[in-house]
């Protein structure tokens, strides 16, 4: 049997492993994390992410845990409505609705989805060869799904520039008990700031902060520190923060120099090895499970790999990159921006521009049918 090793059990890495033992591939996953534990805070799965999810045959235990996106739009910090969408419309236009969900949620559903013993855990991963060699042991492919700072990229493209800061750092948060008040989901943009905020299954909200920032910038109190950069915006964000007793902090980095293939040899990077992008529409995590998808649908185990893994970087690196470099312009137009006049003639652009313009720009990246495995 063709065997595969996975490196990285993230959500992409465990997504590879789920599509190719679909295809016929003996897979085991190398984590470096000592166990699997519940991390991160929420999560968007956008219709294209959920339509990967069908096709590795997990779409149904997804949907069941996690909650269906409402109407939500743009927001300025006094509240005022930019622009509006509505989510039954796009639901039509995209054939299925976007799901929130708890990041460590997704990631159990995933897991559990594979043959106990799969994921080897406590084992970082610190020799790859193109020709499939994985610390010693010689597999057939060898899928470097190991992140942002992906060990395997650095070694096996190395003229690839390391991750570049993206200029913004972004709090996120879970609200410690369901949230009972009023919600009405919305993305709000001031100047050089954004927030959001996403309902999960279990009835909780995730909510996340980003902000202009100089990289490393600390606080010894990060959910005080979001809590009196946010505070004065409209409800509910002062009160869904407080709700709130635990925040994350991540300074955003991207790979701005793109890939120039995402195959050496027997080696396919995916995921966030392959395309680390800023958060800004959503889509790093939905960019992994298409790619895990395409991969799985190119690697005939009994085929011709080099002719599958050429297939896979012509589908995915396009793709992929085009999405990376939109979502750096939306932190550009968005999050970043800061001068006042700028961010008003910004405004009044949203605002006489049609809703349902707004919404084939939001449908564009999401509108993507996967390939059968
Ligand atoms: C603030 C923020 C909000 C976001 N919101 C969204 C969103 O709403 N929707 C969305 O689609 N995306 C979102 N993203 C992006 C998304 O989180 C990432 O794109 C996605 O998690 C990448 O998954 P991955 O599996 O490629 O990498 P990772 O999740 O980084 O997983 C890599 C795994 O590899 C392991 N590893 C690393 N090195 C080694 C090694 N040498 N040996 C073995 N194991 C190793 C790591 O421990 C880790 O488990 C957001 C990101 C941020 C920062």
């Not at 008990?177 to 927030?195: H, S």
């Not at 809590?227 to 409209?234: E, K, L, S």
């Not at 902090?249 to 120039?260: E, I, K, N, S």
Request: with cysteine; glycine share 12%; charged share 20%.
């Amino acid at each position: 049997m063709a065997t595969a090793v996975v490196v990285g059990a993230g959500i992409g890495g465990l997504s590879a492993a789920i599509g190719l033992r679909r295809r016929g591939w003996d897979v085991t996953v190398l984590e470096r994390a000592p166990r699997i534990t519940a991390v991160g805070a929420g999560i968007t799965l956008l219709a294209n992410g959920v339509r990967a999810l069908d096709a590795l045959g997990v779409g149904a235990a997804v949907r069941a845990e996690g909650q269906v996106e409402a109407s939500g739009g743009l927001r300025t910090p006094n509240g005022r409505w930019l622009t509006r969408i509505d989510a039954d419309a796009m639901n039509r236009v995209l054939g299925t609705s976007a799901i929130g969900i708890h990041r460590a949620t997704l990631h159990r559903v995933l897991h559990d989805s594979l043959p106990a013993g799969t994921v080897v855990t406590g084992t970082e991963v610190g020799d790859v060869a193109p020709e499939g060699r994985v610390d010693g042991r010689v597999v057939d492919l060898v899928v470097a799904a190991d992140g942002i700072n992906s060990a395997v990229r650095r070694r096996l493209w190395p003229d690839v520039p390391p991750p570049a800061y993206a200029g913004a750092t972004a709090w996120r948060g879970v609200t410690d008990e369901p949230w009972r008040g009023p919600l009405v989901v919305a993305i709000t943009w001031g100047p050089g700031a954004e927030f959001g905020m996403v309902p999960l299954g279990d009835g909780r909200v995730y909510w996340f902060g980003s902000v202009t920032s100089p990289p490393k910038a600390w606080h010894d109190d990060e959910l005080a520190a979001v809590r009196a950069r946010f505070g004065g915006w409209h409800d509910p964000i002062p009160a869904l923060m407080s709700a709130t007793t635990a925040a994350l902090r991540d300074d955003l980095y991207h790979l701005a120099t793109p890939v120039p293939s995402y195959v050496h040899g027997r080696v396919a990077l995916l995921g966030d090895a392959a395309h680390a992008m800023t958060p800004n529409l959503g889509q790093g995590a939905n960019q992994a499970i298409e790619d895990a998808v395409v991969l799985a649908s190119c690697c005939d185990p009994a085929g011709d790999l080099a002719a599958g893994l050429a297939a896979y970087d012509a589908q995915r690196r396009p793709r992929s990159q085009r999405v990376a470099r939109a979502a750096y312009q939306m932190a550009r137009i968005g999050q970043g921006l800061h001068n006042p006049v700028a961010v008003a003639l910004r405004n009044a652009v949203i605002r006489l521009t049609p809703d349902n313009a707004g919404l084939r720009q939001m449908a564009g990246f999401a509108r993507w049918n996967p390939p059968t495995i």
